[in-house]
């Protein structure tokens, strides 16, 4: 299976910390996306990292990308609870994309 | 307009209901997909389309049966589902298929009794 690994499954954190998620691959990738999932909702994106790339950063979120350890970051700096929810990398197979098994973030008031 | 709409948000039906989902975007995507995503899982792909044509169907059961009647529009046809079918289905579009950026909708909830 393409699907990527993410850890930790879950995290729960006090309003102003910083939170860090990791994704790990298995195959070759030309980019790497990472959604946000409010629960029961559809997906939104929030960044895409390219293969030659090795840090983005968007506003409070900064992803770093390592392909020689098949492995991106995601860290939420300064966290809201309003960032409560299930954050998902995703890599491109053959025409489409591989979501990762998901972490699910809490963000206590 | 960057939006994907769904429609219904809720579907409650039986094991010999037919029923459709249905999708639209008006973004000028060329690719629209269905995904089905269970409690606390991540999305699985379901169907493909590009240029209004089936381009990957994950081997799904036939009693999904999907449609692409134009560019901006997307149906799934269901019919003798199984309660285990019962989960969100999500709608996605993207520029081109593949690498691109999805654009999500926000699902149809589907509870089959």
């Known amino acids: 299976s393409q699907q990527g690994e993410e850890d930790p499954q879950a995290l729960s954190i006090q309003e102003g910390e910083n939170a860090t998620m990791n994704c790990s691959y298995k195959?070759?990738?030309?980019?790497l996306q990472w959604y946000r999932q409010n629960s029961g909702r559809g997906l939104v994106h929030l960044i895409l990292?390219?293969?030659?790339?090795r840090e983005k950063h968007s506003g409070r979120l900064r992803v770093t990308l390592d392909t020689s350890k098949k492995s991106s970051s995601l860290l939420i700096t300064a966290s809201r609870a309003a960032d409560t929810a299930s954050y998902f990398c995703?890599?491109?197979?053959?025409?489409?994309?591989?979501f990762g098994t998901g972490t699910r973030l809490t963000v206590i008031p | 307009d960057t939006e994907v709409t769904q429609t219904p948000k809720h579907l409650v039906m039986g094991m010999t209901n037919k029923k459709s989902l249905k999708c639209e975007q008006h973004?000028?995507?060329?690719?629209m997909y269905w995904y089905k995503q269970k409690a606390k899982k991540p999305p699985e792909l379901m169907f493909v389309?590009?240029?209004?044509?089936?381009?990957i169907n994950e081997s799904v059961p036939s009693r999904f049966s999907p449609e692409c009647p134009n560019s901006s529009l997307l149906n799934l046809h269901l019919h003798a589902l199984q309660p285990e079918d019962s989960a969100l289905y999500l709608c996605?579009?993207?520029?081109?298929?593949?690498?691109?950026?999805?654009?999500f909708g926000p699902g149809t909830r589907l509870t089959v009794l």
């Open positions: 996605a579009s993207s520029q081109d298929q593949g690498q691109d950026e999805q654009f």
């Open positions: 195959t070759s990738i030309n980019n």
């Open positions: 973004m000028g995507h060329r690719a």
């Open positions: 990292i390219r293969s030659n790339e």
């Open positions: 389309y590009s240029y209004e044509k089936l381009s």
């Open positions: 995703a890599t491109d197979g053959a025409n489409n994309l591989f």
